[in-house]
């Protein structure tokens, strides 16, 4: 079954980067786009970025666009979001998502929280 | 597209039918939109796409109905496990965005 591993969350200060990373299993991962969702702490569910199956196309929300850098490696099964320039209010718990042919997230991580703290 | 959940909480007790609403700033395509419920700690869990369609493994007392620019999730009879945040989405039109969710809680 469709599985999906977040990593590489922890507490950063602000300006700095963090590089997380998905591990995925069940599925051919090289036939999927995929997605980043984010979550701030009591608060609702925000769409960061996709990729496309075969990483050459990538968008993100205006509220990351030029800081974070989405990106795959088919040959690991493993998606990544590289985050730099980071800012308090980037501080959620991080899901990466898989679409089906129902919808964009199907399946979700357990997600991986980040905290953005001086 | 901006969707907003009403009401913020419910406040319920087993047994009892539960009608949360979803409105959208303006037309989703396609009824292209889904329910989620979110249990603390826990990612979103998928309940409804396309407007009604019941994921796999959903009981049949959620049901979801609804087009153009209003949604609504019913839980027919609340079971215990039910009491949970719920979301609404929509994926017509990028960016895919979220509402803000209803807290169903136990009265």
């Known amino acids: 079954q469709v599985q999906l591993v977040e990593s590489g969350g922890g507490v950063v200060q602000p300006g700095r980067s963090l590089r997380l990373s998905c591990a995925a299993s069940?599925?051919?991962?090289?036939?999927?786009?995929m997605y980043w969702v984010r979550q701030a702490p009591g608060r609702g569910l925000e769409w960061v970025s996709f990729?496309?199956?075969?990483?050459?196309?990538?968008d993100y929300a205006d509220s990351v666009r030029g800081r974070f850098t989405i990106s795959r490696d088919n040959s690991k099964n493993t998606l990544y979001l590289q985050m730099n320039s980071l800012r308090p209010e980037d501080t959620a718990v991080y899901y990466c998502?898989?679409?089906?042919?129902?919808?964009?997230?199907?399946?979700w991580g357990q997600g991986t929280l980040v905290t953005v703290s001086p | 597209i901006v969707l907003t959940q009403s009401p913020g909480t419910l406040s319920l007790s087993p047994g009892e039918r539960a009608t949360l609403s979803c409105r959208a700033s303006?037309?989703?395509?396609?009824?292209?939109l889904a329910w989620y419920q979110q249990k603390p700690g826990q990612a979103p869990r998928l309940l409804i796409y396309?407007?009604?369609g019941r994921a796999t493994g959903i009981p049949d007392r959620f049901s979801g109905s609804g087009s153009g620019t209003d949604f609504t999730l019913t839980i027919s009879r609340l079971e215990p496990e039910d009491f949970a945040v719920y979301y609404c989405?929509?994926?017509?039109?990028?960016?895919?965005?979220f509402g803000q969710g209803t807290k169903l809680e136990i009265k």
């Open positions: 998502a898989k679409p089906s042919q129902l919808l964009p997230f199907h399946y």
């Open positions: 069940g599925f051919t991962f090289s036939s999927y786009g």
């Open positions: 303006q037309s989703v395509y396609n009824i292209s």
């Open positions: 396309g407007a009604s």
């Open positions: 990729v496309s199956f075969d990483g050459n196309t990538k």
């Open positions: 989405q929509q994926y017509g039109s990028p960016p895919y965005t």
